[in-house]
């Protein structure tokens, strides 16, 4: 069974740019979270997709958006870069919205 | 608003000596609560969560409503407890996600 990945790795944006980081989901998880992590804090949450449906969002503004496919892999969408977006981007995958969260390794962003 | 403090960032303690890793809430309702750890170069992993009163790898976790906490608990620490560890809740149905800052523990020899 393959565990949650997420691409690319680490990567650096201008700001400004755009961006798209992508997540496999876990075999059998029909539900994708996204949260940023920045240095030294706790992980904040940004989104949740269940069933290709919007199911929750955070406090982060419009410019944060997403999809969830039919195959519930997901892709996290950041507009209009801005220096604080710097960070680490953690996708997480479950059986249902209330189902155990599984990790992935996360990609780590850096806007110059 | 919900909010989860962690109010220590560093906790070292000596093997085989109690642990308890501090967590306090504010939420209006009835919140999920939940510790993940994560170990060096591992994957952020639940550790456990009140609704199903475990005791995972000797950690135990009681809620508190009328103190809203939730510390994190282990009567002897072992060196591979040394990690990171996070509490967080979530406002049910697994929605909204709010993480402490996070406490690094670390069992000294």
């Known amino acids: 069974e393959t565990g949650v990945t997420q691409s690319p790795t680490h990567l650096i944006k201008t700001r400004g740019q755009q961006v798209t980081l992508r997540c496999s989901s876990q075999?059998?998880?029909?539900?994708v979270s996204w949260y940023q992590q920045a240095l030294g804090q706790g992980p904040q949450f940004i989104f949740q997709?269940?069933?290709?449906?919007?199911?929750g969002r955070g406090n982060f503004p419009p410019r944060f958006s997403g999809l969830q496919f039919p195959n519930y892999s997901s892709e996290l969408n950041v507009n209009a870069l801005e220096l604080d977006d710097s960070a680490l981007y953690l996708c997480?995958?479950?059986?249902?919205?209330?189902?155990?969260?599984?990790f992935g390794p996360g990609t780590r962003l850096t806007v110059t | 608003a919900q909010r989860v403090t962690q109010p220590e960032k560093l906790l070292s303690v000596f093997k085989g000596a109690p642990v308890e890793l501090k967590c306090n809430y504010s939420?209006?309702?009835?919140?999920?609560l939940f510790w993940y750890v994560q170990y060096s170069r591992q994957r952020l992993q639940l550790l456990l969560r009140?609704?199903s009163r475990e005791s995972i790898k000797g950690f135990t976790a009681d809620l508190n409503k009328g103190e809203t906490s939730f510390h994190l608990k282990k009567p002897f620490a072992q060196e591979e407890d040394s990690a990171m560890y996070y509490c967080a809740l979530s406002g049910g149905k697994g929605q909204n996600f709010v993480f402490g800052p996070g406490t690094r523990l670390s069992v000294l020899p």
């Open positions: 939420y209006s309702g009835s919140p999920e």
């Open positions: 009140h609704i």
């Open positions: 075999s059998g998880h029909n539900t």
């Open positions: 997480a995958s479950s059986l249902s919205p209330s189902y155990e969260q599984y």
């Open positions: 997709y269940y069933r290709e449906e919007e199911n």
